[in-house]
C-alpha cells in the first residue's frame, strides 16, 4: 500500500472504536507492562490517544506510534477492566495491520513470517535440523524444568534457559481420522506449533483422554500456525495464507468440535478469525464462522462437555498452582474449568498463588523484541509460583510454559511446568 | 521547543531514558481525563530520585519553562494537561512506602504512590485510609492531595484533606521545604500543609505526605434502597442524618442511571424506579445493628417501595454493583462521557435535579445523574459524541449551566475534581474579585516567574 492517504482512512475507519476511550486511565492499574515502565505509550490508554492523533494527522510519525503499539503483550488484561468496554486489542491488531502496510514488515519478520511459517514444510525441516544438532549447543541446567542455556547461542537468544525441541515432533504420529467411540463425539485436534515440536507430551496426553473418554479423533498432521504471530506483528498476508492452508483442512467442519491446547489458538479461531482478515473470500468466511462455533479450549471440553469433576485428595498429593494464561481466561473465560481438571487428578492439592491472572510477561514475540521488560513482569509471576511453595505449576498455554519455564529456571527453583491436561492424562489407565 | 543544551541539563539530571521528546511521547502527556483539548509539552522528565525532582524544579525556574507536575494523568479539570507547553514532571517513578506506623497511626509515602496500593498495604497492617477517590486504582496520593479528592466515604469520613497531617514540597527554586508534622496536634507556623492541599500543582511541586490513619470499622452493614421519585429519595437522606445516623456511604442514582445499570449489568433494579440510594453504616456492631434498623425504619416511612438489606459479604456485594456499574454503563451508552461534580447542599438535591432536568430539556442532552447524596456531591454525566461539533457547543453551554445552577442553589463548583482550566472561568462566580486577587497575589509570591502550573485554578 505505502500510501498515506489509504492508511488515514484505514485508521479512520476505526474512528468509532477509538473515540470510546475515555482517557480514565483505569487502564493503568492492570497492564503489566506499565508496571514496570511506568510510561504512558506503553498502557492502552497512551496507545489509543496516539492512533487517534495519527489518524487526525496531528502526529506525523508513523513509524514512531507503530513502535509504541508494538509495545504490547496483547494480554487483554486492559479490555478486561475497560469501564467503556473499548475493544483495545482488536483496536491493536487491525491498527498493526493498518500501519505495517503503510510502512511495511521487517525484513526478519518477512522473512520468518512468509519464509517460514507459511511454508511448513521447510519451517519443520528446519526445526528437525535444529532438534538434531541442539544438544551442540546447549547444556541442561535444571532436570526438573528440562531447561538448558546456550553460551554459543547467547547472542542470538541471550541468556535464557530454553526448553529442548522434542526429538520427534507430535506430526510424526501421522494423520488421525478416528470413529466416535463411547462418547458419540468425534473433535479435530488442532495442536498447535508449540505442542507439535515441543511440548509433545501434551499432545499426547490430549489424544490418551480424547481415547479414554472415546472421543474420535481428525488431526491433519499437514495444519499451520494459526496466524496469530504474523497477526501481531501486522503481517495481514501471512495470516489470511495460513487461514487458508487450515480452512483447506478443518473448513468441512464434518466434527463436533474443534480442541486446542492452547488459548491463544483457540481465541484466534473464536475471535480474532471472525473479525480480521478482509481479503478472504465469503465462502471462506462461512467456514471461519462454523470454526468459531466450533472450538474450544482441552479444559472446557473435559470439564463442560466430557464431564469430568473433581475428586477428593489422596494423603500426601502433591502441591499444584494454577497460572491463568490470559488468552484463555481474559477473551475466552476459562479459568473455573483448569482448576476442575487438576482436581479430577486425586494425586493433586490445589494451591492458588496470589494473582494468578497476572501476565507472566511473554506476549508471544513480545519476549523475542523486549526480553528485558518481558523478565522483569516474569520475575514476578515467578516470585507468585515460589511463595506458593509448590511442586508444579499448571498452565494452559505452551507460551506461557516456556516463559515460566525460563523464569524458574533462572531462579534456580525446582518446580515442574506442565500443562493441566497432562496432569489430568496421569490419572488415566 | 527548549533548547538541545537544556534538554541534555535535564538528562543530566534525571539520565537520557527520563527525557523524551519524540513527538510521539510528548503527544502522549498532553492530555488527561477532562474532555478539553490536548496540548503538548516541549519535554517529558520523569525523576527517580527526590534530589533530582530539586533539581528539575530549579533547571524550569532558570529557564521560564512552565511546569506540569501528573502522576497517573486521571485528572478530570484538565490540570495535568500542560496547557502552557513546558515540562511534564512525571511523579509515578516516586512510588515508595516510606512508613506506616501502627503506634502513631500516620504513614509516611512519596507522592507517586498508587490510591489503591496505599490502601491496601494500611488495610494489611489492621489499619485503614478512607479517601477513596473513583480512580483510586490508578490515580496517586501526589494527584489527591493536588486536587483534594473525595469519594465514596466522604460524608462520615471526610476527603483527602482531612487526612493530610505533613507536606514536603519543593519550591519554585528547587529548595526541599517541610511543612506538619507526624503529631496529632501540630500548629507550628502557617498551615501549609492545607495551603497545598487541593492547590494542584500551582505553589509548589509536592513530594512527600505524612497521612493520617484510623482504625477500621468492626462492622459494616449495606442495603438497597428504591423510591418512586428524587423527592423521597432526598427527604429519606435528610431524615437519616437529622436522626443522628451518619452513615459511611449514602449513594444516589437517577432514573435514567438505573436504566442504563440494569441494560448492561443485569444486577435486578426496577427499571421503572425514581431513584434509589445505597447505604452503608459501619462501626462498632451493636451501633451497626441499631443504625441500620433506624435507616430501614426512615426509607420506608419516606416512601421507600422496596429495601434489600445485605445479610452477609456476598450480599453487600450486590448490593454494591450497582454502584461501580454505573460510570461504565452510562460511559458505553455514547463515544464521549463528561463527567462533572457539580456539588450542592444535600437539602438542595431535588432542586438540583430539576435543574439538571431543565438544562438537559433546554440543551436537548442526555444527562444520567448519580453520585454521594450524603454530601450533595452529585455526579451529572452528559453523554455526548465530542466529535459532533454542534452537539458539543451545547454540551459546553449545557455545563455552564449545571455550575450556574449549582451555585445558585449555594452549592460549589467542584464537591472533588478539582477546578483545573475546565472551570477557572467560573471562579469569580462562586467567591468574589477580591478571593480571586488574594489568591493571584499568593500565587505570585510564591512563584514569581509564573511557572507552577500555570494557567490552572486562576486562569490567565
Known amino acids: 500500500m505505502a500510501d498515506l ?19 480514565c486511565g483505569m487502564c493503568q492499574s492492570v497492564c503489566p507492562l506499565f508496571a514496570e515502565t511506568g510510561r504512558e505509550s506503553d498502557v492502552a490508554r497512551g496507545k489509543i490517544a496516539l492512533l487517534e492523533f495519527l489518524s487526525h494527522e496531528m502526529l506525523k510519525d508513523a513509524k514512531a506510534v507503530k513502535d509504541r503499539l508494538d509495545k504490547c503483550l496483547l494480554c487483554g488484561s486492559c479490555a478486561a477492566a475497560c469501564p467503556s468496554g473499548v475493544k483495545v486489542v482488536d483496536i491493536f491488531l487491525k491498527a498493526r495491520a493498518i500501519i505495517t502496510a503503510y510502512i511495511g514488515l521487517s525484513p526478519v519478520k518477512k522473512a520468518i513470517f512468509r519464509g517460514m511459517l507459511t511454508k511448513p514444510a521447510l519451517f519443520n525441516n528446519l526445526l528437525a535440523l535444529g532438534t538434531k544438532f541442539q544438544g551442540f549447543f546447549t547444556s541442561p541446567v535444571n532436570d526438573i524444568i528440562g531447561s538448558s542455556c546456550s553460551k554459543l547461542l547467547s547472542p542470538l537468544l541471550g541468556d535464557r534457559h530454553l526448553l529442548s525441541l522434542a526429538d520427534k515432533p507430535l506430526r510424526s504420529i501421522g494423520n488421525l481420522n478416528t470413529a466416535p467411540g463411547k462418547s458419540g463425539l468425534k473433535v479435530a485436534f488442532f495442536y498447535g506449533c508449540v505442542v507439535d515440536k515441543m511440548f509433545t507430551g501434551v499432545g499426547e496426553a490430549i489424544l490418551k483422554v480424547f481415547k479414554h473418554h472415546g472421543v474420535g479423533v481428525y488431526m491433519p498432521i499437514d495444519q499451520v500456525c494459526c496466524g496469530v504471530p504474523s497477526l501481531a506483528s501486522g503481517d495481514m498476508k501471512s495470516f489470511e495464507d495460513l487461514v487458508r492452508m487450515n480452512l483447506k483442512l478443518f473448513g468441512k467442519g464434518d466434527f463436533d468440535y474443534i480442541i486446542t491446547p492452547c488459548g491463544t489458538c483457540t481465541s484466534a479461531f473464536h475471535h480474532v478469525w471472525p473479525l480480521m482478515g478482509t481479503g478472504l473470500s465469503q465462502a471462506e468466511r462461512d467456514q471461519i464462522e462454523m470454526l468459531a462455533g466450533k472450538a474450544m479450549d482441552i479444559n472446557a471440553f473435559i470439564v463442560d462437555i466430557l464431564g469430568v469433576s473433581v475428586v477428593e485428595p489422596a494423603a500426601g498429593a502433591k502441591k499444584v498452582t494454577i497460572h491463568d494464561p490470559c488468552h484463555l481466561k481474559k477473551s475466552l473465560g476459562v479459568s473455573g474449568q483448569v482448576r476442575t481438571v487438576l482436581k479430577a487428578n486425586p494425586n493433586l492439592n490445589v494451591v492458588e498463588m496470589s494473582g494468578s491472572d497476572v501476565c507472566c510477561g511473554c506476549g508471544g514475540s513480545f519476549n523475542l523484541q523486549h526480553y528485558s521488560v518481558s523478565t522483569k513482569i516474569g520475575k514476578k509471576k515467578r516470585d507468585s509460583i515460589a511463595a506458593t511453595g509448590a511442586d508444579i505449576v499448571a498452565a494452559g498455554c505452551p507460551a506461557c510454559m516456556m516463559q515460566i519455564a525460563d523464569m524458574m529456571s533462572q531462579a534456580g527453583d525446582r518446580v515442574a511446568i506442565k500443562h493441566p491436561v497432562e496432569l489430568y492424562a496421569q490419572t488415566l489407565g | 521547543m527548549v533548547s538541545q543544551s537544556i534538554k541534555q541539563a535535564f538528562a543530566s539530571v534525571v539520565g537520557n531514558d527520563n527525557v523524551m521528546d519524540a513527538e510521539a511521547d510528548k503527544h502522549s502527556y498532553s492530555y488527561d481525563a477532562a474532555v478539553l483539548d490536548p496540548v503538548l509539552p516541549s519535554l517529558v522528565v520523569r525523576p527517580t530520585t527526590m534530589e533530582a525532582v530539586g533539581k528539575v524544579v530549579k533547571l524550569c525556574n532558570d529557564n521560564g519553562l512552565p511546569i506540569t507536575v501528573r502522576g497517573a494523568g486521571t485528572n478530570l479539570s484538565g490540570g495535568t494537561i500542560p496547557s502552557k507547553g513546558g515540562i511534564v514532571l512525571l511523579t509515578n517513578a ?56 473525595g469519594g465514596l466515604r466522604g460524608l462520615k469520613y471526610g476527603v483527602t484533606k482531612d487526612y493530610v497531617m505533613g507536606v514536603n514540597f519543593f519550591d519554585v527554586d528547587g529548595n526541599y521545604c517541610k511543612s506538619g508534622s507526624k503529631t496529632v496536634k501540630c500548629v507550628t507556623g502557617l498551615n501549609i500543609p492545607q495551603l497545598m492541599v487541593g492547590s494542584e500543582g500551582t505553589l509548589a511541586v509536592m513530594s512527600e505526605f505524612i497521612l493520617k490513619l484510623v482504625p477500621p470499622p468492626q462492622a459494616s452493614k449495606a442495603m438497597m434502597a428504591i423510591f418512586p421519585d428524587i423527592m423521597t429519595a432526598s427527604r429519606s437522606v435528610s431524615a437519616i442524618i437529622a436522626n443522628k445516623v451518619v452513615p459511611c456511604t449514602l449513594e444516589f442514582m437517577d432514573n435514567f442511571t438505573i436504566g442504563a445499570v440494569e441494560g448492561f449489568a443485569k444486577v435486578g433494579l426496577p427499571t421503572d424506579a425514581g431513584s434509589l440510594l445505597l447505604i452503608e453504616v459501619d462501626g462498632h456492631p451493636g451501633q451497626v445493628a441499631e443504625e441500620a434498623e433506624k435507616v430501614e425504619k426512615i426509607c420506608q416511612e419516606n416512601g421507600c417501595t422496596r429495601l434489600q438489606v445485605a445479610k452477609d459479604a456476598v450480599e453487600r456485594n450486590k448490593v454494591w454493583e450497582a454502584r461501580r456499574a454505573a460510570l461504565s454503563s452510562l460511559a458505553r451508552l455514547r463515544p464521549t462521557t463528561v463527567l462533572e461534580d457539580a456539588t450542592v447542599p444535600r437539602s438542595k438535591i431535588p432542586a438540583m435535579m430539576e435543574a439538571l432536568d431543565k438544562i438537559a430539556k433546554e440543551y436537548k442532552l442526555t444527562i444520567g445523574t448519580f453520585g454521594h447524596a450524603g454530601d450533595g456531591n452529585l455526579h451529572p454525566t452528559i453523554l455526548c459524541d465530542r466529535r459532533d461539533t454542534e452537539e458539543f457547543h451545547r454540551v459546553e453551554k449545557g455545563v455552564d449551566a449545571i455550575f450556574a445552577a449549582a451555585l445558585e442553589l449555594g452549592g460549589t463548583l467542584s464537591g472533588e475534581h478539582g477546578i483545573g482550566l475546565a472551570k477557572s472561568k467560573y471562579m469569580e462566580l462562586e467567591t468574589n474579585k477580591a478571593s480571586v486577587l488574594f489568591s493571584k497575589r499568593l500565587k505570585k509570591a510564591l512563584d514569581p516567574n509564573n511557572i507552577l502550573n500555570p494557567g490552572k485554578i486562576l486562569g490567565d
Open chain 1, 5 to 23: 492517504n489509504q492508511m488515514l482512512k484505514m485508521l479512520g475507519e476505526l474512528d468509532d472504536q477509538l473515540v470510546n476511550c475515555m482517557r
Open chain 2, 94 to 149: 516516586l512510588d515508595q512506602i516510606i512508613e506506616i506506623n501502627e503506634e502513631d497511626m500516620y504513614a509516611v509515602v512519596q507522592t507517586g504512590v498508587i490510591t489503591a496500593k496505599f490502601a491496601n498495604a494500611v488495610a494489611a497492617k489492621g489499619l485503614f485510609y478512607p479517601p477513596d477517590p473513583g480512580s483510586q486504582a490508578a490515580s496517586t496520593l501526589g494527584g489527591n492531595v493536588a486536587e483534594n479528592a
